[in-house]
């Protein structure tokens, strides 16, 4: 029903574009890393994976399953909750492991949150948490790199500012761009595996920065 929903309600907010490097279907229980600096974003890379024809569980920060609705719908859906600097945090892996080993493909964030910035132009990502090289090796999935840019400008900022942003983005009408890269086999060693994935979800938010327009683009490279 989210994802679904998602790939209904983003085109209303934004113009959202595609390109991708998959030549061929994907085995299940694959691994999608995304860029993650905005709200917005799971929406859009959600709706964008849709109309390729792919349906993952997201691993999502656990407050979200206290929303009323929201929480059920993401339970009953599968969709795995993190609880982040906790005790508990180990077990958002396993059972992201399981997922992949039942088939599922699992949608992640390498960051493990939003970036601490007010504007709202297209960043590159920031440092990753070792967790998805670690679920790699321990599943033996593929992982395919997604990136994004676009997001920030339906919503960023201040509280006030990403309500006064949707609110308009509907009007606006901003550019959203995803573009999913190829499938790669991460290295075996977790800092190896962590900094080869960061760099393949830089190269392809690249590109999707480009798909925007972005002017300043290599000023914000890392």
Same mark, same amino acid.
């Given at each position: 029903?989210?994802?679904?929903?998602?790939?209904? =309600?983003?085109?209303?907010?934004?113009?959202?574009?595609?390109?991708?490097?998959?030549?061929?279907?994907?085995?299940?229980?694959?691994?999608?890393?995304?860029?993650?600096?905005?709200?917005?974003?799971?929406?859009?890379?959600?709706?964008?994976?849709? #109309?390729?024809?792919?349906?993952?569980?997201?691993?999502? /920060? !656990?407050?979200?399953?206290?929303?009323?609705?929201?929480?059920? +719908?993401?339970?009953?859906? #599968?969709?795995?909750?993190?609880?982040?600097?906790? !005790?508990?945090?180990?077990?958002?892996?396993?059972? +992201?492991?399981?997922?992949?080993?039942?088939?599922?493909?699992?949608?992640?964030?390498?960051?493990?949150?939003?970036?601490?910035?007010?504007? !709202?132009?297209? #960043?590159?990502?920031?440092?990753?948490? /070792?967790?998805?090289?670690?679920?790699?090796?321990?599943?033996?999935? =593929?992982?395919?790199?997604?990136?994004?840019?676009?997001?920030?400008?339906? /919503?960023?900022?201040?509280? !006030?500012?990403?309500?006064?942003?949707? =609110?308009?983005?509907?009007?606006?009408?901003?550019?959203?761009?995803?573009?999913?890269?190829?499938?790669?086999?991460?290295?075996?060693?977790?800092?190896?595996?962590?900094?080869?994935?960061?760099?393949?979800?830089?190269?392809?938010?690249?590109?999707?920065?480009?798909?925007?327009?972005?002017?300043?683009?290599?000023?914000?490279?890392?």
């Amino acid at each position: 029903m989210l994802i679904r929903a998602a790939s209904v =309600l983003v085109p209303l907010f934004g113009r959202l574009t595609v390109t991708s490097d998959l030549r061929m279907r994907l085995s299940s229980g694959t691994i999608f890393a995304a860029n993650h600096d905005s709200l917005a974003d799971p929406a859009v890379v959600l709706a964008a994976l849709r #109309g390729l024809g792919v349906e993952p569980v997201v691993m999502a /920060t !656990a407050g979200l399953w206290r929303v009323p609705v929201l929480g059920r +719908a993401l339970a009953r859906e #599968g969709h795995i909750p993190v609880h982040r600097r906790s !005790a508990r945090a180990a077990y958002a892996l396993d059972a +992201a492991a399981e997922a992949l080993a039942g088939g599922r493909h699992v949608l992640l964030y390498g960051e493990g949150g939003l970036p601490d910035r007010r504007d !709202a132009a297209p #960043g590159p990502p920031e440092a990753f948490r /070792t967790g998805l090289a670690r679920l790699a090796q321990v599943s033996g999935a =593929l992982v395919v790199p997604v990136g994004h840019a676009g997001a920030r400008r339906i /919503t960023s900022g201040s509280t !006030a500012k990403q309500v006064a942003g949707a =609110l308009t983005a509907p009007v606006r009408r901003p550019h959203c761009h995803v573009h999913v890269g190829a499938p790669q086999r991460l290295p075996a060693e977790a800092r190896s595996g962590t900094a080869a994935a960061r760099t393949a979800v830089t190269v392809a938010w690249r590109t999707a920065a480009r798909a925007v327009g972005e002017r300043d683009l290599e000023l914000r490279l890392v």
